[in-house]
């Protein structure tokens, strides 16, 4: 019966995409998603996808729906009714909306956008989704909806003391930092470099913020257990602060400096480091050596004395450490070889906004920022 079901799913699936010109290239949300065990499928037993929408939501799995991202329309009824279930359905965004009697959405399109507009108790607020924001896999109702609640920052409420050059578009006021969202682990990972004094500083900030005055064991795990405990708890007076506000990127930035240090909020915001999983050689750069062969880059690298790679190499953080191939000076620089051109074929299929936010994310101003967007 199951494999009977997979086999027309898989069909239709087929029929639907191939025979229909897709509005939309949804990518997969990479947001948390936390759901009853009931609302999950056994692993790796097969199951109808029908028994779990929950699980297979599109957000997640746009694979499976491609009859939503037809075009606009579709998309946009989609989107309407998934926000208008999602509140109902977190317990984090239905608390935001819980004290309001009458919430209503609507949807609308202009100019490559999705106008958003809640009637909150008969008072309307709009909101701009970008059609290549919902599109990404940074995505999440949560996060558009965290922006709910006042209204939002215009050029006269922006906090133009933090470190932000007021002549560029202030892209975060809408789309809050993807590092706001990153795992517990992933965070402990990027500190996990720094050294226990700089940690334990940053530690007794945040013992100090949170008035608190007992110092945890001094021990580094410690520190970086108390350091993101505190920053993961004040997720939710961030986003409510971007909110009530108007606190743009900058402002961010400025807040988790001072509580943190510079050296600790730079590893806090880092993304998570990727490489591709082939080098791509189509790629249109201006990086000349990035289109030699893998032996002349090698050949180059074979002129520097071994101890001297092996001492660059430790110079970069261990979760951004290429894995070096044996302890030959050949298999050191062609593994170091690899890791670079991957990396950089990773960077460069980056989409633009993407790259943008990996560029804002390593720099507490927004000079890199201002190089790439007016050059």
């Keep these: 019966?199951?494999?009977?079901f997979f086999l027309s799913f898989i069909l239709y699936v087929n029929s639907s995409f191939f025979g229909r010109r897709c509005f939309s290239k949804k990518k997969p949300c990479c947001a948390p998603q936390v759901l009853d065990v009931v609302d999950c499928p056994a692993y790796n037993i097969e199951h109808d996808i029908l028994y779990y929408p929950k699980f297979y939501d599109p957000l997640y799995y746009p694979e499976y729906y491609p009859e939503?991202?037809?075009?606009?329309?579709?998309?946009?009824?989609?989107?309407?009714?998934s926000l208008k279930t999602h509140i109902t359905n977190c317990g984090l965004c239905l608390r935001k909306f819980l004290s309001f009697s009458d919430v209503t959405v609507s949807i609308s399109w202009e100019d490559k956008s999705y106008v958003v507009l809640f009637l909150i108790e008969g008072n309307p607020q709009q909101h701009w989704l970008s059609f290549y924001y919902l599109e990404s896999s940074r995505y999440s109702h949560c996060k558009f909806?965290?922006?709910f609640g006042c209204e939002m920052p215009t050029a006269a409420n922006?906090?133009?003391s933090s470190p932000v050059d007021s002549s560029l578009p202030y892209i975060f006021d809408k789309e809050l930092p993807a590092w706001l969202f990153y795992t517990e682990d992933l965070y402990e990972l990027h500190l996990s470099d720094l050294s226990i004094s700089v940690l334990a500083a940053a530690a007794k900030s945040c013992l100090q913020s949170s008035k608190k005055c007992s110092l945890p064991e001094r021990k580094k795990s410690c520190y970086i257990s108390t350091?993101?405990?505190h920053f993961v708890a004040n997720h939710s007076q961030l986003i409510s602060s971007s909110s009530s506000n108007g606190l743009c990127y900058g402002a961010?930035?400025?807040?988790?400096?001072q509580i943190y240090s510079k050296t600790v909020a730079a590893l806090l915001r880092e993304p998570p480091f990727r490489l591709a999983p082939v080098i791509n050689r189509t790629l249109n750069t201006t990086l000349l050596f990035f289109n030699e062969s893998v032996d002349e880059l090698v050949a180059r690298l074979c002129v520097i004395p071994?101890?001297?790679?092996t001492n660059i190499i430790k110079q970069i953080p261990a979760h951004r450490r290429p894995v070096l191939s044996g302890v030959s000076h050949q298999k050191m620089s062609n593994s170091l070889v690899d890791h670079i051109l991957r990396c950089i074929s990773y960077l460069f299929g980056l989409s633009v906004s993407e790259l943008y936010e990996n560029v804002l994310s390593f720099s507490s101003s927004l000079t890199p920022f201002k190089i790439l967007y007016f050059n």
Excluded at 1 to 4: A, L
Excluded at 252 to 257: A, H, K, P, R
Excluded at 306 to 309: A, D, G, I, S, V
């Design 1 to 4: 019966m199951y494999g009977e």
């Design 68 to 81: 939503i991202f037809v075009n606009i329309d579709t998309v946009r009824e989609w989107l309407e009714f």
């Design 145 to 147: 909806l965290s922006t």
């Design 158 to 160: 922006i906090n133009h």
């Design 227 to 229: 350091i993101v405990s």
């Design 252 to 257: 961010f930035v400025d807040y988790t400096e």
């Design 306 to 309: 071994q101890k001297n790679l």
